[in-house]
């Protein structure tokens, strides 16, 4: 079950340079950000902030403990009233499927093309309120907070929480891809390679990892052939339902039966 706390301050975000202690000085703070594992002691800081703040305000039979925490929701509202959720949730996930599946099959990860958004089952996070929320995939973790509707002019979120948050779920999910160099990426194009979201998660890691190295990549060309040879008509079907390929289909359909011949 979520807990109840009460906040004794009202959060504002965090500091993003040094402050002079002079009275009136600006200093930038970050009222709204997304930080991850990639970030290294940078996302570690801030989740010795606030997040700290939050479990040490629960109950003391919670037993919470930092290196618990798999997610956690807050939302907290304008009267600083919080709800807050401790790996209870069932995380609903928005998904494009890289073939079709039907219902009750399992899933699994080469099955996901890509995440379009997530959601909490049976909770409603209301725009007029702030929310903090930390997300895990496999050994990767990310913190998203938004403090703007606390703010002394009332604002409400202008965006799709849903969506920004499966944005950011799909980009700890997919590290390999996400976090290539700009050099990585020149060796990839430059040897006309593209890490397509269809292609099994494995083959992407190591088509990153190569390209970061430098290696040599037409030894995945048979793997890859092979997976798209059994997921093509699938990948036709979705692409002919997509309005922007839909005018593309002649020469999409020229182009599959090229490639198996």
């Not at 309005?243 to 599959?256: I, N, S, V, Y």
Request: net charge negative; glycine share 6%.
């Amino acid at each position: 079950m979520p807990y109840e706390i009460q906040l004794d301050e009202r959060p504002a975000g965090y500091a993003l340079e040094d402050a002079t202690g002079i009275e009136g000085h600006p200093v930038k703070v970050a009222a709204c950000e997304f930080t991850s594992s990639e970030d290294g002691e940078l996302f570690v800081s801030r989740l010795e902030g606030f997040p700290n703040v939050l479990i040490s305000k629960l109950p003391a039979g919670a037993n919470v403990l930092p290196s618990m925490v798999d997610h956690l929701l807050a939302i907290i509202r304008r009267d600083l009233k919080t709800t807050v959720y401790v790996n209870e949730l069932s995380i609903i996930a928005k998904v494009r499927a890289a073939r079709s599946i039907q219902a009750g099959e399992l899933v699994r990860e080469d099955d996901i093309a890509d995440i379009d958004e997530i959601g909490f089952q049976g909770v409603d996070i209301p725009k007029d309120a702030a929310v903090v929320c930390i997300l895990s995939s496999g050994w990767r973790k990310g913190l998203f907070f938004d403090f703007t509707p606390l703010a002394s002019d009332g604002t409400e979120r202008d965006y799709d929480l849903g969506k920004l948050l499966g944005s950011y779920f799909a980009y700890l999910s997919n590290q390999a891809v996400f976090a290539m160099t700009e050099a990585g990426w020149d060796f990839l194009l430059d040897h006309q390679w593209f890490p397509f979201i269809s292609l099994p998660k494995k083959i992407l890691r190591t088509m990153s990892g190569r390209a970061a190295n430098g290696s040599d990549l037409d030894i995945l060309l048979s793997q890859i052939c092979e997976h798209v040879r059994k997921l093509l008509p699938t990948m036709l079907e979705r692409w002919f339902q997509t309005e922007l390929f839909r005018p593309h289909t002649d020469l999409l359909k020229h182009a599959a039966s090229k490639f198996f011949d």
